[in-house]
């Protein structure tokens, strides 16, 4: 069997990671008998830079004819002053939106071995999804920056959502709720924004309008959902929110995870074809020193197995073989502690290996 995987290196140390998601993915193809054939293709800072844009259309045609689509990360310093749809970061969000991408899914699980890496006293078994709206929102609406009459320079970013992009990631939420422990937090700034309050309606109106059985659906205002997670982060199972909104709390609960670098995400449409990526960025600052993380991408492509490929037992595979290397004491710089070893990228990349 052939696997068509659209490869998108990215920016900082993007490569890095990349590099070592891709022996694993090579390995588990032998393992499976299956062929990963990888086309390469340019996003971000580097297709700025080589070709004048952060989307090229090629690039977009390569990752329509894929499979699936594996990310590193997008962005830098260098780029940092470019217009708005000159940076890198347009380039992701172009993919997104040209795959029609809408459910972002962002699991956080504390690996066992990793619990002292969480920040909080009390933390066992944290164990919840994010499952943010990913091509809507603030991210995605009218936006100016201009002069306003009296001289002063304004700028304005537009959130608004249509009731079919909220039904649409609600349902994801309680597809994937059913088969976890049934319970659906929906995050919003009800009190506060009209384009909550349609989220608010329009999520429990698809919820009662299904019939899902043994599944708990409540809302919790997105301040509240931010301390909430740190004062319990056990009360979760599936969160839904809205793009911006999910973009800030996955940040801050990757760190119950122990590093931001730990996190994999999945990004999926209507059919099975999706784009999958660590939630870190591209870590400008330790670029090319072979100092990074790559369990997230790692993991990330466990999800693309799981989701895209129809790979489950694969999936399973990398994970567990995350997990033992972990419990070897095997430890990238940003989950280091004592008496573990601390290892470069591609040495964690190759403590993997080892254990598939
Ligand atoms: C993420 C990132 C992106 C986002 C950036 C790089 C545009 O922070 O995937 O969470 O905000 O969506
Ligand atoms: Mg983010």
């Not at 689509?69 to 940092?80: N, R, S, T, Y």
């Not at 597809?175 to 909550?196: F, H, P, T």
């Not at 990398?318 to 997990?323: L, N, P, S």
């Amino acid at each position: 069997m052939t696997k068509n995987i659209a490869v998108i290196k990215g920016d900082g140390i993007g490569p890095e990671i990349v590099e070592q998601a891709l022996k694993i993915l090579s390995k588990i193809g032998e393992r499976y008998n299956t062929h990963f054939n990888f086309s390469y293709a340019l996003m971000g800072g580097i297709a700025i830079d080589e070709t004048g844009e952060p989307l090229p259309a090629e690039t977009v045609e390569i990752c329509k004819n894929s499979d699936s689509v594996l990310l590193g990360a997008v962005g830098g310093p260098k780029w940092d002053k470019g217009e708005g749809n000159l940076r890198p970061e347009a380039g992701l969000l172009g993919i997104r939106k040209a795959l029609g991408l809408f459910a972002n899914i962002r699991p956080v699980k504390l690996i066992d071995a990793l619990s002292g890496a969480c920040p909080l006293k009390d933390s066992q078994k944290i164990d919840l999804i994010i499952v943010r709206e990913l091509i809507g929102g603030a991210y995605f609406g009218k936006r100016e920056t201009y002069i306003d009459e009296n001289g002063h320079r304004t700028a304005y970013d537009t959130m608004a959502y249509k009731d079919y992009e909220i039904s649409r990631i609600a349902k994801v939420a309680f597809r994937l709720a059913s088969l976890r422990r049934g319970k659906v937090i929906s995050v919003d700034k009800a009190n506060v924004l009209d384009s909550s309050r349609l989220w608010r309606e329009i999520v429990h109106q698809e919820f009662s309008k299904n019939e899902y059985k043994n599944l708990e659906l409540s809302d919790m205002l997105v301040d509240n959902a931010a301390m909430q997670l740190i004062r319990n982060p056990r009360q979760f199972d599936v969160v839904v929110t809205e793009n911006l909104f999910g973009d800030i709390l996955s940040d801050e609960a990757s760190m119950l995870t122990g590093s931001l670098g730990m996190l994999p995400s999945a990004s999926l449409g209507v059919g099975l074809c999706g784009l999958y990526e660590p939630i870190h960025g591209s870590a400008p600052d330790i670029a090319g020193q072979d100092k990074a993380n790559p369990l997230a991408t790692i993991l990330s492509t466990a999800m693309m197995l799981r989701f895209s490929l129809n790979m489950e037992a694969a999936a399973n595979d990398i994970e567990k073989a995350v997990d033992s290397a972990l419990n070897k004491g095997c430890r990238t710089a940003d989950i280091m502690s004592s008496g573990m070893s601390l290892l470069s990228c591609s040495e964690m990349g190759k403590a993997v290996l080892n254990e598939i």
